[in-house]
Structure formats: C-alpha cells, structure tokens
C-alpha cells in the first residue's frame, strides 16, 4: 500500500503510452496501479499478492498473445514462457513506476522470440501427419473396425440363448460366475450356449472366407 | 504441457523475497567505482606513465582522455538502463556523442601527426607490459559487468552486451594511455580502436553464450 502514492503519478504518464497499444481509459489506470501493488508486494514474498498477479495478468497477455499469434497452443505457451520470464527477473521491477509498460515489453521480446523459432521450424523441419504416423504405430495400419462388424453381424446370426452367452462371456470379458447374475441364466447352460455359439461362429466366418 | 494455472500456482509457490535492483544509475555508478579501484591499484603497481602531467597539458591528449573516459561512463550507465526492460532502446545513444569526439579525436591526431614507429618506439616488453595492462583492467571489469547485467539475459542481450563491452573497451583504453608511453601512431590506433573492436566483437561471438551462463535459472530451464 506504501506504494500506491508513488506508483500513481507516473503510472498516469505512460498509460497514456499504453493506451496506444490497447489498454482504454481510467480503468486501465486503476488496473496498472493494482498490478503495481501487487508486484511490489510478490516482491517481498506475499505468495498470495503473486498468485492473483499472475492470475490477472494472464487473460491480458493472451489478449496481447492473440494479436501476434494465431495457433491456440502457441498463444498458451508464449503465456506460459512470459509468466516464467516475469518470475525470473521480478526484481527489475520497479514499484513506483507503471507496471503495464514494464510487463508488456516483456511479453513482446517473448512474442518475437516465438515468431523467429516459429519461422526457423517452417524452414527447416516438417511436421508429422496422419499418414506418416500410419507407417510408425502397428494400431494405425491395421483396420479393426471391419473385423469388428464382420464378427457382429455374425454373432447376430446365432439363436438368442448363443448370442447372450457369447455377448456376455466373450465379448464383455464376464467371468462364468459375472455372467450367470447378470443373465440369470445357470453356468452350465451358460458354458454349453458359449460352446455352442463358438463352433458355429468358427464355422460362418471359416466358410465367408473360404468359399 | 503444463497447465497455466498449474504454472501460476507452481510459480506463487516459489515466490521467494527478492531484493529490488538499485536504480540503474546508482549501479553504473557502483561498477565505474570498481573500475576506479582497478585503476588506482594498476597505478599503485605498474606507476603512471612518466610524462602524464606533460602529456595531459597538451590538448589532444587530454581531449583524448576525456573523451573516452567520458565514453565509458556514458557507456555504463546506458548498458544498465537498457538491461531494464522498460526503459527505451533509445538510451543506447547516450554514449554515441563522446564515443564520435573520442575515435575522431584519435584519428585526427594519427592522421595530422603520424609519428612511425622509431628505433625504440616499441618494445616487445613494452607490448607485453600494455596487454598485460588491458587484460588486468578488462578482465575484473567484465566478470563484474557481466554478473550485473545477467537480468537482460531475457530481454535484450545483444544491446547490454555491446554497451557493456563498450563500457570495458573505453575505460581499458584510458588505463592504457594512462599507463604506457603508447607515441607511435600504430600504437595509439591499435591500442584505442583495437581494444573498442576486440570487447564488443567478443560481446557479439560470445555475449549470448555468457549471459546464458549466469542468467537467472529458470529461465532458460525450460529452452
């Protein structure tokens, strides 16, 4: 609070610098006094002061962020980087002049930073798509999803008393016990039905194939 | 990625005290009395060049002096303003008007009065004493300007290193025309350009690379 006398004078003075690069009016002039506080206060180590700092802060600089930037994800991490580089050097800071000028020319050096690695990756790196993972993941390169319909169309074949056992056995993983409760049905029949219902799917999809 | 919130909190939570830095001015001022005590103690060792007083009534000498002692203390006090990062840009032409008056000054002496090298112009102890000189003076001068300006390692690396070498480069050229009869025009220019040239093209081969070595931590964890 000591620093609010000093801090408003000045702060009026280069709002109106400020105003240039998109703060407005009187309550940008409170706002920056309010940052002035609470910097000062971070300073001597009230973590609570920092904390809504940092808070109040990073709406603003991803609203200036947005201006130089056009990914999402770039945008938060140019944030994040300001954020790291606000907390490395806060004692540059100054309590009793503007806080808005001092953070903002931070947060450009970190923006044209961002801008010149975003260039030098456009030269000379190529990013990865969905086609070069195809050939890197096992996964990618199998297509289970026929499989998958070709079986159920199968399964939907069979009796009801088949199918429910093979759904509950060995489609959803159910132990005997599991699926008897569920079902209602007793385990014995349960284990003929599955028996059942595999040999016959074993026998509709060995004749799809081999016709 | 880690979350910004998380950052914010992780961050808050490391939020030690941290000392406020004097005003820049006030540390110019503290490095230029470092500078001073490496002066006065190269004095007490070394002994001021024999003809000094002589020297110092002539006026290109003394404009010459002046000038890049002028160049240096400009230098310094530009170097710790543009290591803040409010402050403007602008501020590094503070040392531009003296450092003009010091290098025509020398190159305006060379040219009206080239002096060659005589038969004992130069000596090879003579050189030797001179490095010697440039190395004890630069040396002390540029570890402390280095540690004092870590915090532009974020901001404007390349505008604080060359100011500050340009600071190291004028004070070491003065020690140098205070310590040694340095007569021939050879000597002069080398001595004066060569030691401007030498720091601030170090400054840009390695300024970066130095400031990273002693730049505050967590910032560059993260590069």
Redesign the interface.
Known sequence: MTHEPRGRGPSLRLVGKDDRSGAYGTASVTRDVDWSILMARAQEGDRVAYQRLLQEITPYLRSLAARRLRDPNDIEDVVQDVLLTVHSIRQTYDPSRPFAPWLVAIANRRFIDRLRRGGRTRDREIPLTAEHETFCEPPANLEESLDRHELEGAVNNLPPAQQRAIRLLKLKEMSLKEAATVSGISITSLKVNAHRALKSLRKMLVDRSEP | ??K??D???S???????????R?PVMRAACWLLLAAVVLTLLAINQGIRPDLVQRLSEPAFAVSMATSLLTGVLAAVAAFLV????RSRLWLLLPVPALVAWLSNVGYQCLVQWVAIGPDGISLGEAARCFATLVLTSLPLSLAMLVMLR?AA???PNAAAFMGSLAVAAITATALSLFHTVDATVMILMWNFGTAVLFVGLAGVFGRRMFRWV?????YA?D
């Open positions: 990625m880690i910004t919130p950052l914010i909190a961050l808050a939570a490391n939020a030690t005290p941290v000392r406020r830095l005003p290591s803040l990062p409010d915090y974020p901001l404007r730049a505050p931590r967590t910032f993260r």
